[in-house]
């Protein structure tokens, strides 16, 4: 993996500004929370807030790609250049 393919989409290779702003997101989210927990002001709601925020969104995240996303394998083959 190459620190591009953090701001790059798969498929096309072009910047994605999805990736690019959610992973702004989760840094800065990193940053505070290590930043919290360094000066002690840590509670339990903390914790559990950043936890729900960083695999929250990631787990919707690949919800929605499983349920609405287009998947290459299920493209009609008979709709091919090449296929009678």
Avoid at 8 to 25: F, P, Q, V, Y
């Amino acid at each position: 993996m190459k620190f591009s393919d953090l701001f790059r989409d798969a498929g096309t290779g072009m910047l994605s500004h999805t990736k690019l702003w959610a992973n702004i997101g989760y840094a800065t989210l990193t940053v505070a929370f290590i930043k919290d927990s360094w000066a002690g002001g840590l509670t339990d709601m903390k914790i559990f807030a950043y936890g729900a925020v960083v695999t929250g969104s990631a787990a919707a995240s690949k919800l929605l790609s499983m349920r609405y996303g287009i998947k290459p394998d299920t493209k009609d083959a008979a709709n091919e250049p090449g296929n009678p």
